[in-house]
């Protein structure tokens, strides 16, 4: 359980420093980022940043998972990534100095830290490190981006859950998956009735355990040969 009362993390003592931008940082350069940045505690549920608004800064998660989404014309949304500790979000945005494309809520109680727009512009353009790591990310990030785009666009929906339960599983770790049926058909891309009636079938078929609300991936190989991995 995420402790409430104390917000503020010190980039030093950060267990998610490690795989973040900031895990190759000096001494000098930790404390620097500790000077320049301010932490909060978010509630389930809770907006980060919303589509249309514009960047004020970076935002990078200490602890819990926040989803990445757009809105469809009807309002539904649809998640196209599920950032965990250690991620920077919201740097995109305010490389282009556009509005967001996209909205940022809190899938479970979080705690993230905040850098000004001008501070961390300042650290990118004084910091190679970090300059190589972002344009590593981004590079990444497209890559990844277009995997997803191609599997969701031309798999059927029982392959796009086997390729989500995948990538959920990453993200998860050594954790259950715990996501609500809503948000996995939104990550997925179809109807609650639909994923809920699949999930089933995934049990029946002995690659994943149910628990109450949370998954647990039973049997990895057969999801990788249902997905086409």
Do not use: W
């Not at 991620?87 to 979080?110: D, H, N, Q, W």
């Not at 850098?115 to 970090?130: A, R, S």
């Not at 990310?137 to 890559?143: A, C, P, Q, Y």
């Not at 995997?147 to 059927?156: D, E, L, R, V, Y």
């Amino acid at each position: 359980m995420l402790d409430k009362s104390h917000k503020h993390v010190t980039c030093s003592s950060c267990g998610a420093r490690n795989s973040s931008l900031f895990g190759n940082f000096c001494d000098h350069e930790v404390s620097q980022v500790d000077e320049q940045k301010a932490c909060a505690y978010y509630k389930k549920s809770q907006p980060i940043f919303i589509e249309g608004s514009f960047p004020r800064g970076v935002f990078c998660l200490n602890q819990g998972k926040v989803k990445i989404f757009t809105r469809g014309d009807e309002g539904k949304e649809q998640i196209i990534h599920i950032a965990k500790e250690g991620e920077i979000i919201g740097f995109r945005a305010m490389f282009s100095g556009e509005p967001y494309k996209v909205s940022a809520s809190t899938l479970e109680e979080c705690n993230i830290c905040f850098i000004g727009k001008e501070d961390f512009l300042n650290m990118i353009d004084t910091n190679v490190t970090l300059r190589n790591g972002i344009m590593k990310e981004l590079s990444k990030e497209l890559g990844d981006r277009a995997i997803f785009i191609t599997n969701m666009a031309q798999k059927s929906v029982r392959e796009r859950l086997a390729f989500a339960l995948l990538i959920l599983g990453d993200i998860y770790g050594e954790e259950q998956i715990n996501l609500t049926r809503e948000d996995m058909a939104n990550f997925v891309g179809t109807a609650t009735e639909t994923l809920i009636r699949l999930l089933k079938d995934f049990k029946d078929e002995g690659m994943i355990e149910i628990h109450t609300r949370k998954l647990e991936i039973i049997d990895n190989e057969k999801l990788m040969q249902l997905a086409g991995r």
